[in-house]
């Protein structure tokens, strides 16, 4: 025994030692990667998703372009599926600067600017591009704007694209199929008005820990976009999934403001650009891994899916009106007003 690992041992050393012999001469040639953390930018990106999601694919391309195309003098250390800090932690060490990006739901950004639960409104937009058509108008842009006094700025916008509802009680068809139904919802009012309306019981669940309370029956069900549910395997809880595209979620790229202030214009012009064309591919991608996945698991026949025709989807739509009227009641038309589908 010891004369194996004795011979393993050296088996190993002598190839390193001999590496270590020829190489202790060689000079480097000179890159940034040379470089301390202190001496080059390092952005640590912290996000609560799996890596094969919209987010999480975007976030890898992002950090792969900046480095090759800053020469390694940017480093983007990308922290996913909460391994850093979860939902409720990732804000404060933003605006601390503890980390210098996130790209948090939209929906999370409410305790802040609750007027950015006008993304929530169910039904608020017929498509992605409404959304992003949206974001880039006078009000959207006013809306991020209201960040900064946060410490934050807003860099773009990532779909994950149109959320979905799951549970394992009955099929939901009707909108009155919810009723009594506990359903986990991200921190937004305006989720929460939308389930209590039609008679469930919203609860708000950090991301990482929904898997464990649909396993302990803490909730029935929950609403999330099928990149979201299946790459955290939220369907294998459930028995019924209802393909009703009800509201949007997406994300908003967010830098500490200092930060970001304190990088070399052609630095922050490098970043800027790459994000405008990760941007552009992660909405490709969002929509084609969305699509993808549906057809997977029609194929795989481990959830019962449903669809809502389009009668439903008018229900469905005039049952939420009120929620409308509280979103208008609350915080004005002015949001409400500008969304594509009233502006038409
Ligand atoms: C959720 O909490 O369901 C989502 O916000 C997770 C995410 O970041 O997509």
Redesign the pocket.
Known sequence: MKHTLLFCFTLFLIPLTLVACQTSNVKYPYDYEQLSEDERIVIRFS???GED?P?GRAARKFAELVKERSEGFIEVQVFSNGSLYK?SEEMKALQNGDIQMI???I??LTFLIPEFAIYDLPYAFRSSDEVHEFADSPAGQKLTSRLQPFNLISLGIWD?GFKQLSNNVRPILHYRNLQELRIRI?PSDILSEQYASVGATPKRI??NN?FSELEQNNVDG?E??LS?ITSKNFHSLQDYLTVSNHGY?G?FVLFNLEFWNSLPADMQLLLFETLQEVQQWEWTIAEQMNANILQQIENCQCIDIHYLSATDIEEWQQAFEPIYNYFRNTYGSYYVNALPRFSD
């Open positions: 996000h609560v998703v999601t987010k939902d790209a948090p739901a929906s999370k994950s991200m950090e991301f929904v929950q999330n976009t979201n979620l994300y």
